[in-house]
């Protein structure tokens, strides 16, 4: 599924854990490294009142082109709107949360391009 979406989104991953963290599971999410173009851990977040945040500017991308999956909107401070809340996957093999999601993905994706938006 992530090589398909691969196809229609630039996919990157922007954790709440540290950079070494993510490297380390980056094998199992994506192991010939040709689906994700990127990986941002609690090094590139912003801290804020206490707490890291997400601050989507620094992809330097327009925002309306990016997406969020995340178990937490809270973690995005500034641009929430973006955010898609999912639950937090939890190694269960049934969880199709993902998967149930694609249709809507897809369709933003068409929407978008027929709207003339660029992709990058």
Known sequence: ML???S?????VI????DYNTIMNIMPFV?????I?????GRESMVLSNGGYYKDLSYLNREMRNIVVLDKSADKVLKQKRNVIKLPEFKGDETDKELIELLPLLERNFT????????LS
């Open 7 to 11: 196809q229609l989104y630039e996919i």
């Open 36 to 40: 994700v173009v990127g990986a941002f």
């Open 111 to 118: 929407f978008r391009l027929r709207l003339g938006f660029s």
């Open 3 to 5: 090589r398909h979406l």
């Open 14 to 17: 922007f954790s709440d854990d």
């Open 30 to 34: 994506d192991p010939r490294m040709m």
